[in-house]
């Protein structure tokens, strides 16, 4: 009864609801019962699939949003790209299978995507998958910086390196690459101005360093972007204070 199971009319089970004595081993029909009740083996890849494949010609949303299924096991998955790579701008949550985001390519993009038990990492599964963008994605109209974000590493004579990161997206959400980026680096207490240009990658963000920075508090400006749809007189061009 503790596992679940109730009275059975079978002669010699253990859940027969006569006591005839002590009953040490299970019948068949006992370990049936259970095995029904908590089956056994791989998961299964009859649901691990793609369930939308492309984005639809026609309408104002390029983004893409589908989860991935699988059934057996414990229900508790990771999720995991082992081969191949999804198409630009998508991502995959490891924890939900759901890949997300806004495609910045056209065509197909194949790949082979591994489930495991989160409980039983003994026990997983693979399936190859494709991804089609048949609709180029559309372009934002304008360009702002979203974000302007610092980090510090290395260095010596305890002077970190002082890495700026410079993140551009547009109107739509999506990450603007290959644009230009110049900015101006300064220090409140010593040092500086310094100047920088590089380029966004494919995620539209930039990184500068300045290799053994010294103390103080620092501001960037971004005074220049060769994209279209950049303003120069964008209000969000300048950080907020980074001190170290």
Known sequence: HGLGLGHSNVDGAVMEPY?????????QDDIDGISFLYPSGAITPATLEVTTTSVPNGTDDVGYDVTLEATGGTLSYTW?????????GLILNTSTGEISGTPNTMG???????????????QSDSQALSIIIDEAPQAGSSVIVDLVTYDTE???????????IIALVDDLGGGVSGAS?????????????????????ASGTVTFQLKNSPSGCYVTTVTDITADGWEPNDPANTSAEFCK
Do not use: M, Q
Request: no cysteine; aromatic share 4%.
């Open 19 to 27: 006591y005839e004595g002590e009953r040490r081993a299970l019948h």
């Open 80 to 88: 995991a790209i082992t081969s191949g790579l999804l198409p630009t």
């Open 108 to 122: 197909t993009s194949n790949f082979t995507v591994k489930v495991t038990d989160s409980s039983d990492p003994a």
């Open 154 to 164: 290395g260095g010596k004579d305890g002077k970190k390196h002082l890495s700026i």
């Open 181 to 201: 980026v110049s900015i101006t680096l300064t220090n409140d207490t010593s040092g500086g101005p310094w100047v920088g240009t590089g380029t966004t990658g």
